[in-house]
């Protein structure tokens, strides 16, 4: 019992700005509703009287946000919320709010008989029954038992709600733990596509030139090193991006010497935006696999950030293209980036290849944050 108590003030202490705010519109609610229900008792022109409803029922409401905070939200938490339906924590649950709901009737008629708010106590009324005045009066028992069911209805509302609410959290959270898992899976795929190539490069300057192969392994360990480091974290900024593809792009300009141009234009207001991680690397490496490299004559590769909207800003990575590329691509490495930007920004982003006789072209409209 005392591992319960433990545990059940550790989760009175720990709450979400979305159960605040919920809490606020359940107040406000039943304080309306009060009021709704004390209409006819209220004197409007007796301003003693209507003050003493209103007092009662701001304490009436501070007590059913305090019930509902401190004794019925650890007790589903514990026993309903994540835990399988089973019949008898249902059965005790319930049992748990009649003996609640008793009790906060049986608070709410002690406060009731202060000296102060006696005249508040409703304990007879009267109404008209084929034009005969009808006086009906209620014992404190009877008045216990009505009040236990009014409370019982609040509760059971309250704890239909609040199952309902954190059943919806979980499911979102569920399904953002299956989409980064999408993600990241998306992303250790590009990790063979992207290591063959760079062995490739490596292994051709073997024959070449040993000073710069062994300038061009140092590079290229560097650019495991910050790869590894991406695939912890699936969102990385365009600035910590180009440090990764600029590794990449040295290994290539030691192979292609001449034959890579480079022109690359970030604008300073973009240079912090996010991305899923190894974005620039992948459209770089697929612009010089398929458009710069199977071509003897000099190539140009051209990478450009910029903003164009007020909540837009756009990436965009062109190349030259002339002779067919000899390797057999499938397209698998630019899909795989649309699925992930897809996954992680939805319909915010605006994918558009496009190619020409001379040039191919990835553009990329993406929200600006």
């Known amino acids: 019992m005392s591992d319960f108590f433990c545990r059940a003030v550790q989760l009175s202490t720990r709450f979400s700005k979305a159960y605040l705010l919920g809490q606020l519109i359940f107040v406000l609610l039943f304080f309306a509703s009060y009021l709704v229900m004390m209409q006819p008792f209220l004197d409007i022109q007796n301003n003693n009287i209507a003050s003493r409803f209103l007092i ?6 501070a007590s059913s946000l305090l019930l509902t905070h401190l004794l019925l939200r650890p007790v589903l938490k514990l026993y309903l919320v994540n835990t399988p339906k089973k019949l008898l924590p249902v059965l005790w649950c319930f049992l748990y709010l009649i ?4 009790f906060w009737s049986g608070t709410s008629m002690l406060t009731a008989n202060l000296e102060f708010l006696k005249t508040t106590q409703i304990d007879t009324v009267s109404f008209n029954h084929q034009n005969q005045q009808v006086l009906m009066e209620f014992s404190h028992f009877n008045q216990w ?16 709600i609040y199952l309902f609410w954190h059943n919806m959290q979980q499911k979102k959270q569920l399904q953002h733990q299956m989409q980064q898992a999408q993600i990241q899976q998306l992303t250790y795929q590009l990790s063979p596509h992207f290591l ?35 695939q912890m974290r699936p969102v990385a900024t365009l600035a910590e991006e180009w440090q990764t593809a600029e590794f990449y792009l040295h290994i290539e300009q030691v192979r292609l010497e001449q034959r890579l141009e480079t ?27 398929h458009g710069i490299s199977p ?29 067919a590329s000899p390797f057999k691509g499938t397209g698998s490495s630019l899909n795989n ?28 409209e993406l929200p600006y944050v």
């Open 337 to 364: 980036l649309q699925q992930r930007l897809q996954l992680q920004l939805g319909d915010n982003i605006r994918w558009q290849q496009t190619k020409t006789e001379q040039q191919f072209e990835v553009r990329m």
């Open 263 to 289: 022109c690359i234009e970030f604008a300073e207001d973009c240079l912090t935006q996010k991305l899923p991680g190894l974005t620039v690397l992948t459209l770089i490496e697929n612009a010089i696999k």
């Open 196 to 230: 063959f190539n760079a062995l490739n490069s490596v292994r051709a300057l073997i024959f070449e030139d040993q000073q710069q192969a062994a300038q061009t392994v140092t590079h290229l360990s560097e650019l495991l090193r910050i790869h590894l480091q991406t």
């Open 145 to 160: 038992l009505l009040g236990g069911f009014n409370s019982l209805i609040v509760l059971l509302g309250w704890s239909m």
């Open 56 to 61: 009662r029922g701001l304490i009436d409401g």
């Open 295 to 323: 071509n003897a004559a000099p190539g140009w590769l051209k990478v450009k950030a910029e903003k164009t909207g007020h909540s837009v800003w756009v990436l965009s990575v062109s190349n030259s293209y002339k002779a």
């Open 99 to 102: 003996g609640l709901s008793l």
